[in-house]
C-alpha cells in the first residue's frame, strides 16, 4: 500500500495485512477533504499494525494502529474512529476521530471531533475541539515561527497550485 | 439544554492577551469548541485539566491532607514548568470543602504567575447547590452553559466568604450576583 507516491515506512512491522480496501467511505472522506491532491490518499485499514516511523508525500487515512511517530507535515492525517495511535504526529491539517495517545502538530490545524480520544499536547494556529471530544492535555494555539512559516509556505504552495491548474483548465 | 448568560468580568481577565501577551492557560474541564474558537483569537497554550472527573472521590476522603495533595496532583498534572496567567476555574470551588481549597490553594500556587488572572463561580449561601452545568466561553462577553452528563454531589457549598479566606492563593477583585443564586468573581494573584 505504501509503494504508491512516494511514501517511505521506515522499521515497519505489519503484523496482519487483510482487505485493505474496506473503508471505501472513509477514503471518500479524506477525498473530499483534499480533493486536489495528485498524489491521492494513503490508508491504514483496520485490521493493520504498524511499529515504527511512518512518512511520505501522501495524505493518511488510520483505521488501524499506529505504534511510534507519523511524520507527514505537508500531508493531511485523518485518525478514523477505529483508529489507535500511540505516536506523535505530525501533519498539515490533523483530523481525529479515533483514539490517540502522544503529543500532535498540526501546521495549519488540529481536529478533534465528538468521538475523538486525545491524550497529549497539540500544537497548532488553530484548533477545533468539538463537543463530545474527550481531551486531556495542553492546547498550544502559539507555534512560534517554525510551524508559522510552514502554515504560511503551506498556503502559498496551495494558491499557486490552484491558480496553476486554474490556468491550464483554461 | 444550553443557555448563554453575559458576563462583564472576562474584558478585565483577558485584558493583558488582547494586548498581545501571551496566556498561559489553566482550564478545569474539558473546554467547549466555543471556548477553544474563543482562545484562537490570542497567543495562547491551554492546559485542560480533567478535575471534576475525580471529584467524588476526593469529597469522601477529603480529612486526609495527603489525599488531597495526591488528588490536585493526579487530576490536574500540571507539568513542573507550568505559570499560568489566567485560570478560568468555573464552578470547581464550589464542590470543594473548606480542607480542600485551602490544599488546592496551596498546591496551585508554585504554579501561579505573578500576573495571574481567574474567573470562578460562588453560590449566594450555603443553602443554594452548585448548578449542574459545565461552561464556555463565547466571546469575552458571553458564558454559555450546558447540563453537566454527571451529577456531581456537593451537600455543602462553600460560602462567598468562605471561598476568600480559604482560596489564599488568589485576592477577589469583583463579585457579580447572578439571578440563578451564583455569584461571578474575578481574581488576581495574591503575592504576599
New interface residues.
Partial sequence: MFERGKSVLDKFEIKKITEINSSESKVSTMSQRNSKNPRGQAMIGPSIVINGKVSGDEDLTIEGTVEGSIDLPNQNVLIGQSGRVEADVQGKIVHIEGKIEGDIKGVEQVIISNSGNVRGNLVAP??????G??????????PGEPLLEKAKSSIKDKIQKESLEKGSSQ | MESSHPTKLMDWIFEPFSAGEKAEVLHLGNPFSETVDTFTNYRCKIHVADAYSKLPFALKNSNTQNLSSDFFREALEIPPAASFNLCLFWDFLNFLDENLINSFASFLKPYLDKNCRAHAFAVHNVKSMPSQHVYGLADLKTITSRPRQKYIDAPNPPTLKMIQETFHCFKFDRNIMLTDNRIEISMFKNNN
Fill in positions: 488553530r484548533v477545533t475541539l468539538e463537543d471530544a474527550v481531551f486531556k492535555g495542553s492546547i498550544d494555539m502559539d
